[in-house]
């Protein structure tokens, strides 16, 4: 009886430390946002709107040269807004109620290889998978944050992601060709990156497996039911 209760106490006790790196893990990333919306996007509309006040007029103490017309302004707001969908997309991404789970994945790897121009290498083979809301999300935000760790931490050249699915479930696989890295050694950003990745497969039920070593790259894998588990 003692024994058993010793065992609950430190089942508890892991749990509630899993829990609180993965609260510290979503602060950090609400914190990351609200910093790219304040100092990136804010400072880029306050520097379009002086321009706007002097567009086409001659910059002050530069002969010759030209604060930007009001078609480079356009471009400039049309960029802006591209980034904004992007910190968007981040939160709620609207393309898996458009689209489904393998063209979202396939728009991300796609995205991603474009902003840190590094190949990405997707496949997705006779996908006609239906999952559960909750486990779509989840299996994309899995995707989107081993994606980040590879661009963050892995200096790989080189990514690969592939989806699949049976009848009953889930299968992903993303892998690089990273300097890889040492479980007892992964910085505090990366490693609560993995605890956030393996609660959410968690939380629908599935399983998350991880394998690296120094200088041999990084290979996740999920397995998550189509209907999240109760």
């Not at 979503?26 to 006040?53: N, W, Y």
């Not at 796609?110 to 559960?132: G, L």
Request: proline letters at 4%; one cysteine or more.
């Amino acid at each position: 009886m003692e024994k058993n209760k010793e065992n609950f106490r430190v089942m508890a006790d892991a749990l509630s430390r899993a829990i609180g790196r993965l609260i510290e893990a979503q602060d950090q990333e609400c914190t990351r946002i609200a910093r790219e919306l304040h100092d990136d996007i804010g400072a880029s509309l306050a520097i379009v709107g002086f321009d706007l006040l002097n567009a086409g007029k001659p910059v002050s103490g530069s002969p010759g040269e030209k604060h930007p017309d009001i078609q480079r302004l356009y471009e400039k707001l049309q960029e802006i807004g591209s980034r904004i969908s992007h910190l968007s997309s981040q939160l709620q991404p609207p393309m898996l109620k458009y689209f489904g789970l393998a063209k979202a994945i396939e728009i991300e790897c796609k995205e991603f290889s474009e902003r840190c121009q590094m190949p990405v290498s997707y496949s997705c083979e006779n996908f006609t998978a239906k999952p559960d809301p909750a486990v779509a999300l989840n299996i994309l935000r899995v995707v989107q944050e081993a994606l980040g760790n590879a661009g963050k931490h892995s200096h790989a050249t080189s990514v690969t992601v592939k989806i699949g699915a049976t009848f009953t479930e889930l299968t992903l696989g993303v892998s690089d060709n990273g300097v890889g890295f040492n479980r007892e050694q992964t910085n505090v950003e990366a490693g609560l990156g993995l605890i956030t990745m393996r609660e959410r497969m968690r939380l629908v039920g599935g399983e998350f497996e991880i394998w690296s070593e120094s200088g041999r790259g990084v290979k996740i894998s999920c397995r998550a039911p189509l209907v999240q588990s109760s």
